[in-house]
T-cell receptor, first 112, second 115 residues
Framework: GQQLNQSPQSMFIQEGEDVSMNCTSS?????WLWYKQDPGEGPVLLIA?????ELTSNGRLTAQFGITRKDSFLNISASIPSDVGIYFC????????????FGKGTRLSVIA | KAGVTQTPRYLIKTRGQQVTLSCSPI?????VSWYQQTPGQGLQFLFE???????NKGNFPGRFSGRQFSNSRSEMNVSTLELGDSALYLC??????????????FGEGSWLTVV
């Protein structure tokens, strides 16, 4: 099935740095969701976005629903070692009875 | 409020066998979705059930099946297991069906190894 284009695929950053990742699609989405998955665990919901232009924060995390409704980004400020994991974007397309679509994930490594 | 519960957490099966995985959704949630996760393929949608009816199905062979019970609990079954079926199987629940834009919440997953 269709997947979102999520980038970067992986990133290595120093502790304390800010991180930015994004998801894009050729289709319009009604909802954008961001999840984090720790090794061996299921994905955990970080932020849910429901309106174009919406900017939502959850602690050091900030996500935005793109104005065009075809993209979203997630920022992490002042990264810490426990931010390590895989971050997934997901979205609901604006077309009929379709399931949630996922990006392939961004693997984040934080160097202390 | 208890989260999504999946059992078993880990299991090892032999090629050709069949397996049943169970999922209990968050209380009050009526939709259950199943995903297969492998390192190279990411999260692949298997199927979604809402009010005991299959709402959507991904591109998996007929060996993969599921069902949902009246209490919203769900099971998925894989018959005639193949080595390539080794994966983390994730269950997720939401209040309503996901095509309506409802947020889904994942369980910890069931690790299946086929030998």
């Amino acid at each position: 099935g269709q997947q979102l284009n999520q980038s970067p695929q992986s990133m290595f950053i120093q502790e304390g740095e800010d991180v930015s990742m994004n998801c894009t699609s050729s289709s319009i989405f009604n909802t954008w969701l961001w999840y984090k998955q720790d090794p061996g665990e299921g994905p955990v919901l970080l932020i849910a976005l429901y309106k174009a232009g919406e900017l939502t924060s959850n602690g050091r995390l900030t996500a935005q629903f793109g104005i065009t409704r075809k993209d979203s980004f997630l920022n992490i400020s002042a990264s810490i070692p426990s931010d390590v994991g895989i971050y997934f974007c997901a979205g609901h397309r604006n077309s009929g009875n379709t399931p949630l679509v996922f990006g392939k994930g961004t693997r984040l490594s934080v160097i202390a | 409020k208890a989260g999504v519960t999946q059992t078993p957490r880990y299991l090892i099966k032999t090629r050709g066998q069949q397996v049943t995985l169970s999922c209990s959704p968050i209380s009050g949630h009526r939709s259950v979705s199943w995903y297969q996760q492998t390192p190279g393929q990411g999260l692949q949608f298997l199927f979604e059930y809402f009010s005991e009816t299959q709402r959507n199905k991904g591109n998996f062979p007929g060996r993969f099946s599921g069902r949902q019970f009246s209490n919203s609990r769900s099971e998925m079954n894989v018959s005639t297991l193949e080595l390539g079926d080794s994966a983390l199987y994730l269950c997720a629940s939401s209040i309503g069906d996901t095509s309506s834009g409802n947020t889904i919440y994942f369980g910890e997953g069931s690790w299946l190894t086929v030998v």
